[in-house]
């Protein structure tokens, strides 16, 4: 069981938008600004796509953003094309006694 | 551009000692924290720890002190010990690159390819 909450699973077709939540704690993503989602293929190395909560690093493309409210981050892609299927996962940073952790990631399936 | 590379036996015996090397290239191992993650099938990503070129350190507590990275900045490369490994301990792992910030903690901006370690006797 991951420390931080995600869907198993997402769906959407080609041009719509999709938001993928990431629920931790106040001890976590409620209490710092240090957030990142990465995307990750079958058989590939994960790969980072937001840092810091909402920013992209560079060459990523500007369909991806994040945000957080309160315990909860979320990353929503929009304009979904169909090289978006993959499983995400969120990572934080939870204070000197955890350190960091990651959700159990989420499968999104472009229909 | 960095890229890093994993190596190490793919096999380990149950409570003995896993050991990985990432060789870092195209790139400074200067002013970076240089970390482990693994991948497992029931666990999903798992963070190990990290280390800066200084040998300054950072374990996950969850890893109850089994854990032991060091660094060879000449050699531009890290590595891992894992103690008294089990057949929970069977993973992928990876190396990743954040940037030097203390607070850079999630921040993995360059990963490996990974290796696949398994615990078996």
């Known amino acids: 069981q991951s420390a931080l909450t995600q869907p198993a699973s997402v769906s959407g077709s080609p041009g719509q938008s999709i938001t993928i939540s990431c629920t931790g704690t106040s001890s976590d993503i409620g209490s710092y600004d240090i957030v990142s989602w990465h995307q990750q293929y079958p058989g590939k190395a994960p790969k980072l796509i937001i840092y810091?909560?909402?920013r992209r690093p560079s060459g990523i493309s500007n369909r991806f953003s994040g945000s957080r409210s309160g315990n909860t981050a979320s990353l929503t892609i929009s304009g979904l094309q169909a090289e978006d299927e993959a499983t995400y996962y969120c990572c934080a940073f939870g204070g000197s006694s955890t350190l960091v952790m990651f959700g159990g990631g989420t499968k999104l399936t472009v229909l | 551009q960095v890229q890093l590379q994993e190596s190490g036996p793919g096999l380990v015996k149950p409570s003995e000692t896993l050991s990985l090397t990432c060789a870092v290239s195209?790139?400074?191992?200067?002013?970076?924290?240089w970390n482990w993650i693994r991948q497992s099938a029931g666990k999903g990503l798992e963070y190990i720890g990290r280390?800066?070129?200084?040998?300054?350190?950072n374990y996950n507590p969850s890893l109850k002190s089994r854990a032991t990275m060091s660094v060879d900045p000449s050699k531009k490369q890290f590595s891992l010990n894992l103690s008294s490994v089990t057949a929970a301990d069977t993973a992928v792992y990876y190396c990743a690159r954040s940037c030097g910030s203390t607070s850079c903690y999630t921040q993995f901006d360059t990963w490996g390819q990974g290796t696949l370690v398994t615990v078996s006797s």
């Open positions: 195209g790139g400074s191992i200067n002013n970076y924290y």
């Open positions: 280390i800066y070129a200084s040998g300054s350190t």
């Open positions: 810091d909560v909402h």
